[in-house]
């Protein structure tokens, strides 16, 4: 049988680091959660340490290799697979993340190997990170939501507790299989409005970013994720204020957004509002139309 993990080299001595998890597959809105990992990766440096067996866990017909093809010579395939990789953050913190394709199957068997391998590692902490679409305005901070088995962790963070029952991805199991080994999980999930959830939105990546940065008590620098937040809110800014009418909707989903948060309720309150999906329809609409004409 297979080894369920190809170590590059040794595995690394490490003081109490955390994990950092976004494994690509489920709900990313604006691959927020996927910029603010390259992003986190980027910025400690990371390198993998460890390999995940590929055929153990990916269906390569769903995600078939990539093959380098040069005048008819086929020079390499590049195959998809999940990775783990230590890094530190500028303060020396060690940081190990977890990153790649989500599994296709053997999930229970893949919680159990991550699980093991940070016990093997010592961390102390996971965090998943992600992001979904949302009635929400771009003209407003992007709001943060969270999931964790354990009480404690969530009664640890300001962000908000969502009831509902939804199906679930890798992360989830995950914070699972860290709780019974005794490491804290939290799950972290970044807001994007409706209407831009098909581009980059750097704002709700460089969000991500910062919530790991104050719950894992990090230093990353993130400089260039907020730059290109400035500029996106800039574009989004321009394109809606050419139209009257989508302003004024933009303006009705503000009004209902802060009320809603003033209410303390912003989940029900914002997708009770009636017109946040009209309007995010509406404007998404808008959007692409001036994204193809390259305005």
Same mark, same amino acid.
């Given at each position: 049988?297979?080894?369920?993990?190809?170590?590059?080299?040794?595995?690394?001595?490490?003081?109490?680091?955390?994990?950092?998890?976004?494994?690509?597959?489920?709900?990313?809105?604006?691959?927020?959660?996927?910029?603010?990992?390259?992003?986190?990766?980027?910025?400690?440096?990371?390198?993998?340490?460890?390999?995940?067996?590929?055929?153990?866990?990916?269906?390569?017909?769903?995600?078939?290799?990539?093959?380098?093809?040069?005048?008819?010579?086929?020079?390499?395939?590049?195959?998809?697979?999940?990775?783990?990789?230590?890094?530190? #953050?500028?303060?020396?913190?060690?940081?190990?993340?977890?990153?790649?394709?989500?599994?296709?199957?053997?999930?229970?068997?893949?919680? #159990?190997?991550?699980?093991?391998?940070?016990?093997?590692?010592?961390?102390?902490?996971?965090?998943?990170?992600?992001?979904?679409?949302?009635?929400?305005?771009?003209?407003?901070?992007?709001?943060?939501?969270?999931?964790?088995?354990?009480?404690?962790?969530?009664?640890?963070?300001?962000?908000?507790?969502?009831?509902?029952?939804?199906?679930?991805?890798?992360?989830?199991?995950?914070?699972?299989?860290?709780?019974?080994?005794?490491?804290?999980?939290?799950?972290?999930?970044?807001?994007?409005?409706?209407?831009?959830?098909?581009?980059?939105?750097?704002?709700?990546?460089?969000?991500?970013?910062?919530?790991?940065?104050?719950?894992?008590?990090?230093?990353?620098?993130?400089? #260039?994720?907020?730059?290109?937040?400035?500029?996106?809110?800039?574009?989004?800014?321009?394109?809606?204020?050419?139209?009257?009418?989508?302003?004024?909707?933009?303006?009705?989903?503000?009004?209902?957004?802060?009320?809603?948060?003033?209410?303390?309720?912003?989940?029900?309150?914002?997708?009770?509002?009636?017109?946040?999906?009209?309007?995010? #329809?509406?404007?998404?609409?808008?959007?692409?139309?001036?994204?193809?004409?390259?305005?």
């Amino acid at each position: 049988m297979r080894p369920p993990i190809r170590i590059d080299g040794e595995l690394p001595t490490l003081h109490e680091p955390v994990l950092i998890v976004m494994l690509t597959g489920w709900i990313d809105a604006s691959a927020a959660a996927f910029g603010a990992m390259e992003a986190i990766k980027k910025g400690t440096d990371a390198q993998r340490i460890v390999t995940f067996d590929p055929d153990s866990f990916i269906d390569y017909r769903v995600r078939r290799p990539m093959m380098e093809l040069r005048d008819g010579k086929n020079n390499k395939l590049v195959w998809s697979a999940p990775e783990m990789y230590a890094g530190k #953050d500028d303060n020396d913190r060690d940081v190990l993340i977890l990153c790649g394709p989500e599994p296709d199957s053997a999930w229970l068997y893949f919680a #159990d190997v991550v699980g093991d391998l940070c016990l093997k590692l010592g961390v102390v902490k996971m965090f998943g990170i992600g992001a979904y679409p949302f009635a929400a305005p771009h003209t407003r901070p992007p709001q943060l939501s969270c999931t964790s088995p354990s009480e404690v962790a969530l009664a640890e963070v300001p962000f908000i507790k969502s009831s509902a029952d939804v199906p679930a991805g890798m992360e989830s199991v995950l914070e699972h299989a860290m709780q019974e080994r005794g490491i804290q999980a939290l799950g972290l999930w970044g807001q994007v409005p409706h209407y831009v959830s098909a581009m980059p939105y750097p704002a709700a990546s460089a969000a991500l970013v910062g919530a790991v940065q104050m719950v894992a008590g990090l230093s990353i620098d993130v400089a #260039d994720l907020r730059a290109e937040a400035v500029l996106q809110r800039e574009r989004i800014d321009k394109l809606v204020s050419g139209n009257a009418e989508h302003l004024q909707m933009v303006q009705q989903l503000e009004t209902a957004f802060d009320e809603a948060v003033s209410a303390g309720n912003i989940i029900a309150d914002t997708q009770s509002s009636g017109s946040g999906d009209a309007i995010a #329809d509406e404007i998404e609409s808008f959007l692409r139309e001036q994204n193809d004409l390259g305005n």
